[in-house]
C-alpha cells in the first residue's frame, strides 16, 4: 500500500476529508494524490504525521497495523509517556534551545526527532518482548 493510500484511509477511518487535510496543512487542492507520481518530501511527511497524531512509520511502513499487532494498550502507554519525558527533556533545555550543528532545531526537524524516537522506542520494546519473553522456552 503506497503512502498516499495510507494517508486516504486513516483520514477515511477518522472522516477527514483529503481537502480539509491539505487545507489546514496550507497545501494546495490536490496536493496528496499528486504525490503518486512521486515522494513525500520529509517536511510535508511530518506535517501529516503530526496532523494524523500517527507515527512517520505508519505512513511509511509495509504494514499499517504491524505495531498494533503486537503492543498491547499497556505498552503504547509507555512508549507514549517516555517518548514525552524525553521531548520534554530535550525541549526544556535551560542553557540553550534545542540545536544541531550550531542552527536551533525547526518544528519540522523536532517532529523529525520526535518520530524517530518514537519509532526507536517501539521496536525496542517489539524486541524486548521477545528476547525477555518468560514463557518461550515452556511446552
Known sequence: MSTVDKVKRICKNRKIPISRLEKDLG???????????G???SDRLALI???LDVPISE????????TNDT?????????AKSLDEMMEQLESGTDSPLMYNG???SETSKALLRNALEYALTETKKENKVKYNPNKNKG
Open 49 to 51: 504525521s503530526k496532523y
Open 71 to 79: 503492543l498491547t494498550a499497556s505498552d503504547r502507554k509507555d512508549i
Open 27 to 37: 497545501f494546495s487542492n490536490g496536493y496528496i494524490n499528486q504525490l503518486r507520481k
Open 103 to 105: 542552527q536551533e532545531l
Open 39 to 41: 515522494t513525500f518530501p
Open 59 to 66: 505512513l511509511l511502513g509495509d504494514n499499517v497495523n504491524a
